[in-house]
């Protein structure tokens, strides 16, 4: 049998060998020892470390086939290869997609020959690939072959160099941990699969191009992937894939908020709108409203930002905005002459607690993004005469790790050297979503997320507390606060959530509800597996990039809208809902406080909180502290 016709073929009794029992009875179909099951092309695994000047895309072919098993009675094999080993037929390659008993392991296909596929548009079929000989291995070139024929040298070198990342993969599926579908499409065709090991790695397949539904249909039907330990005593639970679950890109309707989807992105039209005759903005409230829910424009960013970040005010004319960038743009000035006036001791002792981890900082920021791209990049240098200069504004905060990493985007945006710097003052001033890298600022922002969780998903918050005080420090979203969700999603979406961040709408810490979201969304394994401090880091570490933005923002704007219909709050969150004003609206949000006992530099609850009366229950507990409740609970 040829290697194409292999490939090609789908097995019409996959579902009745999926669902076989381990000891084989009778009246079922035998099982095909090889048989595969399921194959799809052009299915990414995005490296980890991105190369500079590769892209992020690296596909593969990916297939499943059954294998006998002693205790299983039958497993799955999952196997993914990159197309570049396919295509020069790599014979060590093939042989991981290519079943022991398969005849093509006795009979290898000829080389030579043009098979005809059924591939993507974009990248051919791997029964093309595997019968192409187009592309010379050794890639020897003549002397004197031109620049055409360098570029594809230097193409094949970016190849090779990720597939020394991205190498072939294959494992037995029923000695996994869990397996994740995280669709991304609203047909549910696209997303991500997520295959954990028992050691707690990850290995993320990305489905662009559809066929993710089949596979799930493909899961399903295989009755050691369930989503709870199996009762059959014959079969031992830890041989078992006792995890799987799918996640989709919808929320149900009461989940969402009541206003999800009646906004649409601000465009140059909509923000025009907003501005009268003299350039001052209109109905603010109605403004930042707009920007949480639908977003900004890419094309107006760099004129919006400003004004989000509180280095315009909305009351400012076309003219004051003139005068105050030049005001600004000589007191920018000044800042940078008095850096390079230092004296050589003070320079020596600045280069010591700054220059030298900014310069470290700064050549390796957002180096993937165009804007930052090559080799002495004067945006590049512009961006670290920022980071210098508001070291030595604020001396107090200095230079952290990191804060490049919040400068990168705005002068992106922005684009203006002096413009950008003001911005990022007021985005370090003005702006509860950037906490400072002080131990009692973070202990703060995780306080209040704590006592998010203990309201909004109790089961998470129990096992935090079973953990001790280790995992009541909750290490796993420290970066996700610092930065700002900038490593944990693509730019679009980072930046997306910035922009609802910064809109400050019915509350000044959405950062926490979007950390909430992302727990709600993607913390089951923590729970159902209870996963130890360290393995928790592991799990949303390896979530970074492959999350869905857009369902975590809708899911957070959700838990925000039940968190102030709530009638009454814990007084350690009374600050998460005073400092945003009421708007267009007569009164504020103000619900009844409820005192959770905790103030030891107080007799009396700061905020005006009253003690409910205590159960039967938490009575007898006596000093175990405030009753642990799920105030409003609700999933995915």
């Not at 579902?15 to 084989?24: E, P």
């Not at 010379?136 to 594809?152: A, C, I, M, V, Y």
Request: with cysteine.
């Amino acid at each position: 049998m040829s290697l194409g016709r292999l490939l090609r073929r789908a097995s019409s009794k996959a579902s009745d060998l999926l669902t076989l029992n381990s000891s084989g009875s009778s009246g079922s179909p035998s099982v095909l020892d090889g048989e595969i099951i399921y194959s799809k092309n052009n299915v990414c695994v995005h490296p980890l470390q991105v190369l500079q000047g590769l892209g992020e895309h690296h596909p593969g072919y990916l297939c499943l086939y059954m294998e006998k098993d002693e205790l299983l009675g039958t497993t799955l094999i999952l196997a993914w290869v990159p197309n570049s080993r396919i295509q020069r037929q790599d014979e060590e390659a093939l042989r991981y997609i290519t079943p022991e008993s398969s005849p093509v392991r006795k009979a290898p296909s000829k080389r030579g020959r043009h098979a005809q596929g059924s591939g993507e548009p974009h990248q051919p079929s791997p029964v093309e690939q595997s019968s192409t000989s187009s592309l010379d291995t050794n890639l020897q070139f003549p002397e004197n072959s031109g620049q055409l024929q360098n570029s594809k040298w230097d193409e094949q070198q970016k190849v090779f160099a990720l597939e020394q990342i991205c190498g072939v993969f294959r494992v037995d599926l029923g000695q996994m941990r869990s397996l994740r579908l995280f669709f991304s499409d609203e047909a549910c065709t696209s997303g991500q699969l997520v295959v954990a090991s028992r050691e707690s790695q990850y290995k993320v397949f990305h489905f662009h191009h559809g066929g993710l539904d089949k596979l799930s249909e493909v899961f399903q039907q295989w009755k050691h992937c369930t989503e709870t330990h199996l009762k059959d005593q014959q079969v031992s639970n830890e041989k078992t894939c006792m995890q799987f679950s799918i996640r989709r890109p919808k929320l149900p309707s009461s989940e969402t908020h009541p206003e999800e989807n009646m906004y649409k992105k601000l465009d140059v039209s909509t923000w025009l709108n907003h501005l009268n005759e003299s350039g001052q903005v209109e109905e603010e409230y109605k403004l930042r409203k707009a920007i949480f829910f639908g977003g900004i424009d890419v094309s107006i960013r760099g004129e919006v930002w400003p004004f989000l970040l509180r280095y315009y005010s909305h009351e400012s004319t076309s003219e004051e905005r003139e005068a105050l960038r030049a005001q600004k743009r000589r007191e920018y000035s000044e800042i940078q002459q008095k850096r390079l006036s230092m004296t050589p001791e003070e320079q020596r002792e600045f280069w010591r607690h700054v220059q030298f981890t900014v310069d470290k900082d700064v050549v390796r920021t957002d180096r993937s993004n165009q804007f930052f791209r090559g080799e002495d990049n004067p945006n590049v240098e512009s961006m670290r005469r920022i980071l210098l200069n508001y070291a030595v504004y604020n001396p107090t905060i200095g230079y952290s790790q990191g804060m490049s990493d919040l400068v990168a985007p705005i002068l992106a945006e922005v684009l203006d050297e002096s413009d950008t710097f003001w911005c990022f003052v007021g985005l370090m001033q003005n702006t509860i979503f950037v906490s400072s890298p002080r131990d009692e600022d973070m202990e703060k922002q995780l306080l209040y997320l704590r006592e998010l969780l203990r309201l909004t998903h109790l089961r998470f918050y129990q096992h935090l507390v079973s953990l001790g005080e280790d995992g009541l420090q909750m290490l796993f979203c420290h970066r996700w606060i610092l930065l700002c969700f900038k490593r944990e999603f693509p730019d679009a979406e980072a930046l997306r959530m910035w922009e609802a961040c910064w809109a400050h709408y019915q509350t000044d810490y959405f950062h926490l509800f979007i950390c909430v979201a992302i727990v709600v969304i993607y913390g089951d394994d923590v729970i159902e597996q209870q996963l130890a401090t360290d393995q928790m880091l592991l799990h949303f570490g390896n979530l970074a990039m492959h999350m869905n933005g857009e369902l975590v923002l809708r899911k957070a704007r959700s838990l925000l809208y039940q968190f102030r219909l709530l009638p009454r709050i814990p007084c350690s969150l009374h600050d998460l809902c005073k400092l945003c004003g009421t708007g267009m609206w007569d009164s504020g949000y103000i619900p009844a406080v409820e005192c959770t006992g905790h103030h030891p530099e107080s007799e009396s609850c700061p905020y005006g909180g009253t003690v409910e009366a205590p159960s039967p229950k938490s009575a007898s507990e006596g000093k175990k502290g405030p009753k642990t409740r799920e105030v409003f609970s609700f999933r995915k």
